[in-house]
């Protein structure tokens, strides 16, 4: 007889654990999530632009708002492949709009330090991507521009999925702002 009594707590507890666990793994608050793009700002309006032009490999430029050269020195004011640099920005696919990476992302209003813009950099992901790698070299302390990188100079060659999204075959667009050059 005990044994049966013993059998049955052990059985009760285990169902009662087994009930836990599965609730816990149903909930769906409890689900990991992508990062939250909320506070994201607004795109910027590229019919207001002040200057266009497409660079090589077909990345269009969108300049925004225009940077400054403090003392009018430019060969120190603009980005050029060895600096470090703070930038802002914002990647949205570009024919529908739908963010797959953001400095913005999860309520974040620090600027990201890119180290390496030359081409064959590997040490962050936003340098290996040469059409924003591209885009970002000559702009100016201050400037806003949006980047518009054709599929062939963005995650083309790449691994597909992105914060779980192929953009292999996607036309990508940044909105970026240079908050430094070090």
Known sequence: MRFFRKSSFLLFILLISSALIIQSCDDKNNRPTGPDYSNVPEPYNISNA?????????????VIEEGECPGGNEEFCTVTPRDQIGVRYTGRIFEEGTIFES????????????????????????AQIEGF??????????????????????????????????LRDETLRYDVELTGIR
């Open 50 to 62: 002040d200057t266009t032009y497409t660079k090589e490999g077909g990345v269009e430029i969108y």
């Open 133 to 166: 790698r591209r885009g970002l070299l000559g702009m100016k302390e201050g400037e806003k521009r949006v980047i518009v990188v054709p599929p062939s100079l963005g995650y083309d060659n790449s691994r597909p999925g992105v914060n779980g999204m192929d």
């Open 103 to 126: 400095t913005f992302a999860d309520s974040n209003t620090t600027s990201a330090l890119i180290t390496n813009l030359t081409s064959n950099s590997t040490q962050q992901q936003q």
